[in-house]
Protein backbone atom coordinates (compact mmCIF):
# COMPACT_ATOMS: atom_id res chain seq x y z
CA UNK A 1 0.00 0.00 0.00
CA UNK A 2 1.35 3.48 -0.75
CA UNK A 3 1.71 6.05 1.91
CA UNK A 4 0.49 9.49 1.56
CA UNK A 5 -1.23 11.17 -1.64
CA UNK A 6 1.03 11.46 -3.94
CA UNK A 7 -1.02 13.04 -6.52
CA UNK A 8 -0.66 16.49 -4.07
CA UNK A 9 2.31 16.44 -3.17
CA UNK A 10 3.56 17.15 -7.01
CA UNK A 11 0.66 19.89 -7.53
CA UNK A 12 2.03 21.87 -4.84
CA UNK A 13 5.86 20.97 -5.84
CA UNK A 14 4.66 22.44 -9.41
CA UNK A 15 3.27 25.51 -7.98
CA UNK A 16 6.44 26.05 -5.72
CA UNK A 17 8.24 25.93 -9.00
CA UNK A 18 6.23 28.34 -11.19
CA UNK A 19 6.09 31.00 -8.10
CA UNK A 20 10.33 30.63 -8.32
CA UNK A 21 10.36 30.97 -12.03
CA UNK A 22 8.43 34.48 -11.74
CA UNK A 23 9.71 35.62 -9.07
CA UNK A 24 13.80 34.57 -11.00
CA UNK A 25 12.54 36.46 -13.90
CA UNK A 26 11.27 39.31 -12.36
CA UNK A 27 14.41 40.03 -10.45
CA UNK A 28 17.00 39.61 -13.86
CA UNK A 29 14.31 41.95 -16.14
CA UNK A 30 13.71 44.52 -13.86
CA UNK A 31 16.55 46.56 -11.86
CA UNK A 32 16.65 46.61 -8.26
CA UNK A 33 17.74 50.27 -8.17
CA UNK A 34 15.03 52.76 -7.41
CA UNK A 35 13.88 54.62 -10.20
CA UNK A 36 15.78 53.32 -13.03
CA UNK A 37 13.67 51.48 -15.97
CA UNK A 38 15.28 49.23 -18.63
CA UNK A 39 14.85 50.71 -21.92
CA UNK A 40 13.01 47.66 -23.81
CA UNK A 41 12.56 49.13 -27.13
CA UNK A 42 14.12 48.11 -29.98
CA UNK A 43 17.66 49.24 -31.05
CA UNK A 44 17.62 52.22 -33.91
CA UNK A 45 18.59 50.84 -37.21
CA UNK A 46 22.00 52.31 -38.04
CA UNK A 47 21.38 54.74 -41.37
CA UNK A 48 23.09 53.24 -44.19
CA UNK A 49 24.23 54.67 -47.77
CA UNK A 50 21.43 53.90 -50.41
CA UNK A 51 22.01 51.63 -52.58
CA UNK A 52 26.26 51.62 -51.50
CA UNK A 53 27.40 47.88 -51.62
CA UNK A 54 28.75 46.61 -48.33
CA UNK A 55 32.86 47.04 -47.84
CA UNK A 56 32.80 45.38 -44.92
CA UNK A 57 32.66 42.14 -46.69
CA UNK A 58 36.10 41.47 -47.72
CA UNK A 59 37.00 39.79 -51.09
CA UNK A 60 38.54 36.58 -51.06
CA UNK A 61 40.99 36.41 -54.46
CA UNK A 62 42.56 33.36 -55.17
CA UNK A 63 45.52 32.66 -58.01
CA UNK A 64 44.07 32.26 -61.25
CA UNK A 65 45.54 29.14 -63.80
CA UNK A 66 47.20 29.73 -66.59
CA UNK A 67 46.52 28.39 -70.15
CA UNK A 68 48.50 25.50 -71.33
CA UNK A 69 51.85 26.27 -72.88
CA UNK A 70 52.33 28.09 -76.38
CA UNK A 71 48.07 28.82 -75.94
CA UNK A 72 46.76 32.65 -77.03
CA UNK A 73 44.92 34.90 -74.91
CA UNK A 74 42.62 36.96 -75.98
CA UNK A 75 42.64 40.66 -75.08
CA UNK A 76 41.83 44.28 -75.66
CA UNK A 77 43.82 47.49 -74.98
CA UNK A 78 41.46 50.39 -73.60
CA UNK A 79 42.74 53.48 -73.98
CA UNK A 80 41.48 56.78 -72.84
CA UNK A 81 42.51 59.79 -75.17
CA UNK A 82 41.09 63.69 -75.96
CA UNK A 83 40.79 64.65 -79.55
CA UNK A 84 44.33 66.44 -80.10
CA UNK A 85 46.17 62.92 -78.92
CA UNK A 86 47.51 61.15 -82.08
CA UNK A 87 47.59 56.92 -81.68
CA UNK A 88 48.47 56.35 -84.80
CA UNK A 89 51.39 54.61 -83.21
CA UNK A 90 49.14 52.20 -82.26
CA UNK A 91 48.32 50.99 -85.58
CA UNK A 92 51.74 50.87 -87.18
CA UNK A 93 53.48 49.00 -83.77
CA UNK A 94 50.89 47.06 -82.48
CA UNK A 95 48.49 46.00 -84.92
CA UNK A 96 47.66 42.85 -83.66
CA UNK A 97 46.25 43.78 -80.78
CA UNK A 98 42.42 44.88 -80.25
CA UNK A 99 41.82 48.05 -79.01
CA UNK A 100 38.80 49.96 -77.25
CA UNK A 101 39.12 53.64 -77.51
CA UNK A 102 37.16 56.39 -75.52
CA UNK A 103 37.57 60.53 -76.98
CA UNK A 104 36.62 61.88 -73.79
CA UNK A 105 36.19 65.15 -75.16
CA UNK A 106 33.81 63.99 -77.86
CA UNK A 107 30.11 64.16 -77.30
CA UNK A 108 29.84 61.69 -80.60
CA UNK A 109 32.61 59.43 -79.97
CA UNK A 110 32.03 55.40 -80.54
CA UNK A 111 32.54 55.16 -77.50
CA UNK A 112 30.72 56.62 -74.79
CA UNK A 113 31.29 57.60 -71.04
CA UNK A 114 28.62 59.08 -68.83
CA UNK A 115 30.55 62.09 -68.13
CA UNK A 116 34.22 63.41 -68.62
CA UNK A 117 35.27 63.22 -65.20
CA UNK A 118 37.69 61.41 -63.09
CA UNK A 119 40.73 61.43 -65.96
CA UNK A 120 41.22 57.50 -66.77
CA UNK A 121 39.43 56.07 -64.21
CA UNK A 122 35.53 57.21 -65.65
CA UNK A 123 36.89 55.22 -68.77
CA UNK A 124 37.77 52.07 -67.44
CA UNK A 125 35.05 51.85 -64.97
CA UNK A 126 33.23 52.37 -67.72
CA UNK A 127 34.37 49.75 -69.96
CA UNK A 128 34.45 47.24 -66.90
CA UNK A 129 30.64 48.04 -66.15
CA UNK A 130 29.39 48.30 -70.52
CA UNK A 131 31.59 44.31 -70.90
CA UNK A 132 31.50 42.44 -67.84
CA UNK A 133 30.18 39.32 -69.27
CA UNK A 134 31.74 39.88 -72.41
CA UNK A 135 35.61 39.88 -71.22
CA UNK A 136 38.72 38.88 -73.12
CA UNK A 137 41.01 36.60 -71.18
CA UNK A 138 43.35 39.79 -70.69
CA UNK A 139 42.05 43.45 -70.18
CA UNK A 140 44.79 45.81 -70.46
CA UNK A 141 44.00 49.45 -69.67
CA UNK A 142 46.66 52.18 -70.45
CA UNK A 143 47.47 55.64 -71.44
CA UNK A 144 47.36 57.02 -75.09
CA UNK A 145 51.05 58.31 -75.01
CA UNK A 146 53.81 55.71 -76.69
CA UNK A 147 56.49 57.03 -74.06
CA UNK A 148 56.24 58.23 -70.99
CA UNK A 149 58.82 59.01 -67.67
CA UNK A 150 56.71 56.28 -65.88
CA UNK A 151 56.96 53.27 -68.16
CA UNK A 152 59.85 51.04 -68.17
CA UNK A 153 63.14 51.76 -68.43
CA UNK A 154 64.79 48.55 -69.53
CA UNK A 155 62.10 48.91 -72.61
CA UNK A 156 62.85 52.31 -73.29
CA UNK A 157 60.07 53.85 -71.82
CA UNK A 158 58.25 52.65 -74.96
CA UNK A 159 54.65 51.57 -74.51
CA UNK A 160 54.44 49.32 -77.71
CA UNK A 161 57.47 47.12 -76.44
CA UNK A 162 55.45 46.72 -72.82
CA UNK A 163 52.38 45.50 -74.86
CA UNK A 164 54.47 43.14 -77.16
CA UNK A 165 56.39 41.82 -74.29
CA UNK A 166 53.55 41.24 -71.29
CA UNK A 167 53.36 37.52 -70.21
CA UNK A 168 49.62 36.84 -70.06
CA UNK A 169 50.39 33.89 -67.83
CA UNK A 170 51.47 36.02 -65.38
CA UNK A 171 48.42 38.12 -65.72
CA UNK A 172 46.02 35.20 -65.58
CA UNK A 173 48.15 33.51 -62.58
CA UNK A 174 48.08 36.57 -60.66
CA UNK A 175 45.33 38.37 -61.71
CA UNK A 176 46.49 41.84 -61.55
CA UNK A 177 49.66 43.08 -62.39
CA UNK A 178 50.66 46.62 -62.69
CA UNK A 179 52.40 47.19 -66.40
CA UNK A 180 55.28 49.49 -64.13
CA UNK A 181 57.91 47.34 -62.51
CA UNK A 182 59.82 50.28 -60.96
CA UNK A 183 58.14 51.25 -57.18
CA UNK A 184 58.90 54.84 -57.03
CA UNK A 185 56.65 56.58 -56.75
CA UNK A 186 53.86 54.69 -54.86
CA UNK A 187 55.71 52.28 -53.27
CA UNK A 188 56.51 51.30 -50.35
CA UNK A 189 54.87 53.55 -48.11
CA UNK A 190 52.87 55.98 -49.55
CA UNK A 191 49.72 57.35 -48.60
CA UNK A 192 48.81 57.72 -45.01
CA UNK A 193 44.97 59.31 -44.13
CA UNK A 194 46.32 60.66 -40.64
CA UNK A 195 49.14 62.73 -41.42
CA UNK A 196 49.06 66.02 -39.65
CA UNK A 197 49.02 69.38 -42.90
CA UNK A 198 52.62 70.53 -41.60
CA UNK A 199 53.83 66.74 -42.93
CA UNK A 200 52.40 66.33 -46.20
CA UNK A 201 54.70 66.43 -49.21
CA UNK A 202 52.72 68.29 -51.52
CA UNK A 203 55.52 68.41 -54.48
CA UNK A 204 55.52 64.60 -55.06
CA UNK A 205 52.34 63.34 -53.08
CA UNK A 206 49.90 65.87 -54.05
CA UNK A 207 47.10 63.40 -53.92
CA UNK A 208 47.70 62.85 -50.31
CA UNK A 209 45.80 65.47 -48.96
CA UNK A 210 42.57 64.66 -50.79
CA UNK A 211 43.08 61.41 -49.07
CA UNK A 212 41.39 61.71 -46.14
CA UNK A 213 39.18 59.54 -43.67
CA UNK A 214 36.25 60.98 -45.25
CA UNK A 215 37.17 59.70 -48.70
CA UNK A 216 37.67 56.53 -47.90
CA UNK A 217 34.85 55.59 -46.56
CA UNK A 218 32.83 57.38 -49.08
CA UNK A 219 34.71 54.82 -51.38
CA UNK A 220 34.47 52.10 -49.62
CA UNK A 221 31.70 52.16 -46.94
CA UNK A 222 32.12 49.29 -44.43
CA UNK A 223 35.50 48.33 -44.89
CA UNK A 224 38.00 49.50 -42.38
CA UNK A 225 40.67 52.42 -42.66
CA UNK A 226 44.08 51.10 -43.59
CA UNK A 227 47.31 52.36 -42.17
CA UNK A 228 48.40 53.00 -45.59
CA UNK A 229 47.93 52.29 -49.03
CA UNK A 230 50.99 52.11 -51.70
CA UNK A 231 51.14 50.52 -54.72
CA UNK A 232 53.18 51.63 -57.92
CA UNK A 233 51.90 54.48 -60.26
CA UNK A 234 50.44 55.42 -62.96
CA UNK A 235 47.17 54.00 -63.61
CA UNK A 236 48.34 51.24 -66.36
CA UNK A 237 47.57 48.23 -65.41
CA UNK A 238 46.56 44.59 -66.71
CA UNK A 239 43.86 42.81 -65.55
CA UNK A 240 42.31 38.57 -66.32
CA UNK A 241 38.54 38.25 -66.89
CA UNK A 242 38.27 35.95 -64.25
CA UNK A 243 39.63 38.83 -61.76
CA UNK A 244 37.21 41.40 -62.69
CA UNK A 245 33.71 39.35 -62.40
CA UNK A 246 35.14 38.35 -58.62
CA UNK A 247 34.91 41.89 -57.95
CA UNK A 248 30.83 42.49 -57.81
CA UNK A 249 29.11 44.75 -60.31
CA UNK A 250 27.91 46.79 -58.05
CA UNK A 251 31.02 47.76 -56.74
CA UNK A 252 32.34 49.26 -59.83
CA UNK A 253 28.66 50.57 -60.17
CA UNK A 254 29.60 52.24 -57.05
CA UNK A 255 33.06 53.80 -57.90
CA UNK A 256 31.73 55.39 -61.17
CA UNK A 257 29.12 56.57 -58.96
CA UNK A 258 31.38 58.59 -56.72
CA UNK A 259 33.38 60.02 -59.56
CA UNK A 260 30.02 61.09 -61.18
CA UNK A 261 29.05 62.78 -57.89
CA UNK A 262 31.98 63.79 -55.94
CA UNK A 263 32.79 67.78 -55.71
CA UNK A 264 36.78 66.73 -55.36
CA UNK A 265 39.00 68.39 -58.67
CA UNK A 266 38.35 66.31 -61.80
CA UNK A 267 42.82 65.57 -61.53
CA UNK A 268 42.55 64.55 -58.12
CA UNK A 269 39.09 62.43 -57.98
CA UNK A 270 41.06 60.30 -60.92
CA UNK A 271 44.24 60.37 -59.08
CA UNK A 272 42.59 59.15 -55.71
CA UNK A 273 41.47 55.83 -58.14
CA UNK A 274 45.54 55.82 -59.63
CA UNK A 275 46.43 54.58 -55.68
CA UNK A 276 43.55 52.07 -55.81
CA UNK A 277 43.46 49.93 -57.98
CA UNK A 278 45.26 47.34 -56.92
CA UNK A 279 43.60 47.24 -53.51
CA UNK A 280 40.17 46.93 -56.14
CA UNK A 281 41.89 43.86 -57.77
CA UNK A 282 44.01 42.15 -55.00
CA UNK A 283 42.42 43.34 -51.57
CA UNK A 284 45.86 44.51 -50.47
CA UNK A 285 46.16 47.97 -49.43
CA UNK A 286 49.33 47.59 -50.03
CA UNK A 287 51.32 45.74 -53.20
CA UNK A 288 54.43 46.25 -54.28
CA UNK A 289 55.97 43.32 -56.62
CA UNK A 290 59.65 42.99 -56.65
CA UNK A 291 61.16 45.15 -59.39
CA UNK A 292 63.18 42.02 -61.01
CA UNK A 293 60.64 39.51 -60.69
CA UNK A 294 58.31 41.85 -62.61
CA UNK A 295 60.64 42.34 -64.86
CA UNK A 296 61.85 38.54 -65.60
CA UNK A 297 58.42 36.92 -64.88
CA UNK A 298 56.37 39.95 -66.80
CA UNK A 299 58.47 40.57 -69.53
CA UNK A 300 61.12 38.06 -69.71
CA UNK A 301 64.19 40.51 -68.92
CA UNK A 302 66.01 38.46 -66.17
CA UNK A 303 69.26 39.54 -64.40
CA UNK A 304 69.54 36.82 -62.37
CA UNK A 305 68.06 37.64 -59.36
CA UNK A 306 67.03 40.37 -56.70
CA UNK A 307 71.20 41.68 -56.42
CA UNK A 308 72.17 41.66 -59.80
CA UNK A 309 69.03 43.61 -60.97
CA UNK A 310 70.09 46.40 -58.26
CA UNK A 311 73.84 46.54 -59.36
CA UNK A 312 72.48 47.01 -62.78
CA UNK A 313 70.07 50.31 -62.01
CA UNK A 314 73.38 51.33 -59.17
CA UNK A 315 75.33 51.54 -62.41
CA UNK A 316 73.09 52.94 -64.65
CA UNK A 317 72.59 55.83 -61.44
CA UNK A 318 76.53 56.00 -61.53
CA UNK A 319 76.25 56.27 -65.22
CA UNK A 320 73.93 58.97 -65.07
CA UNK A 321 75.21 61.03 -62.72
CA UNK A 322 78.83 61.69 -64.58
CA UNK A 323 76.46 62.28 -67.40
CA UNK A 324 74.90 65.56 -65.58
CA UNK A 325 78.24 66.39 -64.81
CA UNK A 326 79.56 66.53 -68.36
CA UNK A 327 76.70 68.15 -69.43
CA UNK A 328 77.15 70.87 -66.90
CA UNK A 329 80.51 71.72 -69.00
CA UNK A 330 78.51 71.33 -71.76
CA UNK A 331 75.81 74.11 -70.81
CA UNK A 332 78.72 76.55 -69.22
CA UNK A 333 80.31 76.56 -72.98
CA UNK A 334 76.93 77.17 -74.63
CA UNK A 335 76.10 79.98 -72.22
CA UNK A 336 79.40 81.71 -73.32
CA UNK A 337 78.36 81.72 -77.09
CA UNK A 338 75.07 82.37 -76.67
CA UNK A 339 76.52 85.90 -75.16
CA UNK A 340 79.08 86.13 -77.67
CA UNK A 341 81.90 85.65 -75.23
CA UNK A 342 84.91 84.20 -76.01
CA UNK A 343 85.19 80.83 -73.95
CA UNK A 344 88.35 77.86 -73.31
CA UNK A 345 88.34 75.15 -70.51
CA UNK A 346 91.32 74.70 -68.89
CA UNK A 347 93.64 71.52 -68.68
CA UNK A 348 92.33 70.06 -65.75
CA UNK A 349 88.99 70.76 -67.13
CA UNK A 350 89.31 69.21 -70.84
CA UNK A 351 91.28 66.12 -68.40
CA UNK A 352 88.25 65.65 -66.89
CA UNK A 353 86.05 66.17 -69.47
CA UNK A 354 88.02 63.37 -71.75
CA UNK A 355 88.00 61.21 -68.32
CA UNK A 356 83.82 61.73 -67.83
CA UNK A 357 83.13 60.95 -71.46
CA UNK A 358 85.51 57.75 -71.56
CA UNK A 359 83.89 56.66 -68.14
CA UNK A 360 79.86 56.97 -69.47
CA UNK A 361 81.19 55.29 -72.99
CA UNK A 362 82.24 52.17 -71.42
CA UNK A 363 79.43 51.87 -68.41
CA UNK A 364 77.12 52.29 -71.94
CA UNK A 365 78.89 49.23 -73.45
CA UNK A 366 78.86 47.22 -69.83
CA UNK A 367 75.20 47.98 -69.33
CA UNK A 368 73.96 47.41 -73.11
CA UNK A 369 76.19 43.92 -72.91
CA UNK A 370 74.24 42.71 -69.38
CA UNK A 371 70.84 44.14 -70.75
CA UNK A 372 71.03 42.02 -73.96
CA UNK A 373 72.32 39.16 -71.35
CA UNK A 374 69.17 39.46 -69.09
CA UNK A 375 66.91 39.41 -72.23
CA UNK A 376 68.52 35.98 -73.07
CA UNK A 377 68.20 34.48 -70.27
CA UNK A 378 64.69 35.60 -69.66
CA UNK A 379 63.90 33.48 -72.92
CA UNK A 380 64.83 30.32 -70.84
CA UNK A 381 61.34 29.32 -68.91
CA UNK A 382 63.51 27.76 -66.03
CA UNK A 383 65.20 31.14 -65.29
CA UNK A 384 62.00 33.04 -65.66
CA UNK A 385 61.20 30.39 -62.77
CA UNK A 386 64.06 31.10 -60.91
CA UNK A 387 62.75 35.15 -60.23
CA UNK A 388 59.29 34.26 -60.43
CA UNK A 389 56.80 34.70 -56.59
CA UNK A 390 55.77 31.18 -55.07
CA UNK A 391 53.84 30.22 -52.23
CA UNK A 392 55.80 26.89 -52.40
CA UNK A 393 58.17 26.61 -49.74
CA UNK A 394 59.28 22.91 -51.02
CA UNK A 395 62.35 23.66 -52.74
CA UNK A 396 63.27 27.46 -50.41
CA UNK A 397 65.97 25.42 -48.79
CA UNK A 398 68.03 24.67 -51.91
CA UNK A 399 68.47 28.05 -51.58
CA UNK A 400 70.04 28.28 -48.61
CA UNK A 401 73.85 28.73 -48.11
CA UNK A 402 75.73 25.72 -48.16
CA UNK A 403 78.22 25.01 -45.41
CA UNK A 404 81.94 23.81 -46.09
Not at 18 to 23: S, Y
Not at 78 to 85: G, I, L, Q, R, Y
Not at 129 to 135: Q, T
Not at 266 to 282: A, K, L, N, V
Request: proline share 7%.
Amino acid sequence: MLAGPPRLVSLVTIVLLICLAWWYLRLVREPSTPGLKLDTSPPPKIPSRKGAPDFGIPLRFTEGTPKPAGSNYTHVLVVPKTKKEDIRWMEREIPDTPLMIYEVDNPDAENKIPKNKGREAMVYLTYIIDHYDKLPDTVLFMHAHRHAWHNNQLMGLDTSQMIKRLNHDRVARQGYMNIRCHHEPGCPDWIHMDRPGGDFDFFHKPEEIYWRRNIWEEIHPGAPLPPSISGICCAQFAVSRERIRQVPMERFVHYRKWLLETTMDDQFSGRIFEYIWHYIFTAHEIYCPAENTCYCDGYGICFGGRQKFADYFAKQAERNKQFEELNAYTKQEDKAKEEGKTFEFNEVQQARMQELQSNISNMDKEMEQLRGEALKRGEDPKNRAEETESWDSSHIWDYAPKGD
